[in-house]
């Protein structure tokens, strides 16, 4: 079986580094037109350098009026919604948090996921077929590991708001998914993550992991690139851990 998606339109939000970076880069490799989304543009920049099949857009998708300015025009057959993140927060006692704090994590994770989604649904009905999918995490189906409870919150709503849009969306010929990924070291917040957990409780990761390991930002790519595919096209609503096994 050969996945490819020659010159198919594709947007990528959170793409400046980590796994969103993997995501685009793994589509242009495989021939698709990236759209590479982020407020990071220094990121923004180095993904764009060596290669005409993705194109950088600094945006910041939990602006409204921002995202329909750009979005729409894109033409995008493929969306992936990889921004997030815990926007440099650490986990604190619920009652210390603050409603900046709650609405900043929901803004970057949850709203912009679904702004981004109106931005494109309605190109995407008019073209009758699209692909949507969405990366929430292990935090969405179980616990957080940061403690952050607007991040547990906001990953739990992208699975939730996924099989909203799949039964909305599928009369129209979208698919609409989501991808869970267990830990991965992609990124400065992971690394720092890692770093914190000490070697015993690194281990103690491991050792709940049935494949003994940790992911790849790879990992999380390949399980994207399917659910985008042709060959995924009788798939949606679905969320698919990717974690190792837990």
């Not at 793994?26 to 060596?50: K, N, P, Q």
């Not at 194109?55 to 969306?79: K, T, W």
């Not at 210390?96 to 190109?123: C, I, K, R």
């Not at 720092?192 to 050792?207: H, S, V």
Request: with cysteine; proline share 3%.
């Amino acid at each position: 079986m050969r996945i490819a998606f020659d010159d198919r339109v594709v947007l990528v939000t959170g793409a400046a580094q980590g796994i969103g970076r993997a995501i685009a880069t793994a589509f242009a490799d495989l021939g698709a037109r990236v759209h590479a989304i982020d407020v990071d543009e220094a990121g923004l920049a180095r993904i764009g350098t060596g290669t005409d099949r993705i194109a950088p857009h600094a945006l910041d998708i939990s602006d409204p009026r921002a995202v329909q300015a750009l979005v729409p025009a894109l033409g995008a057959e493929i969306l992936v919604n990889c921004a997030g993140g815990v926007r440099g927060q650490v986990g604190r006692p619920l009652e210390v948090v603050t409603a900046t704090e709650w609405h900043s994590v929901l803004d970057a994770n949850l709203t912009g996921t679904f702004q981004m989604a109106q931005a494109v649904a309605p190109a995407m009905k008019a073209r009758g077929t699209g692909r949507i999918v969405n990366i929430s995490s292990g935090a969405g189906r179980g616990i957080s590991l940061t403690g952050i409870q607007a991040y547990a919150a906001a990953k739990a709503g992208q699975i939730g708001l996924t099989r909203q849009l799949a039964h909305e969306l599928g009369p129209h010929g979208i698919t609409v998914n989501c991808v869970a990924p267990g830990f991965v070291r992609s990124n400065p917040t992971s690394e720092r993550q890692w770093e914190a957990m000490g070697e015993d409780g690194q281990q103690a990761l491991l050792k709940n992991i049935a494949m003994r390991r940790l992911g790849t930002a790879g990992d999380i790519a390949n399980a994207v690139l399917f659910l985008a595919s042709d060959q995924a096209s009788w798939i949606t609503g679905e969320t698919l851990g990717v974690d190792g096994g837990k």
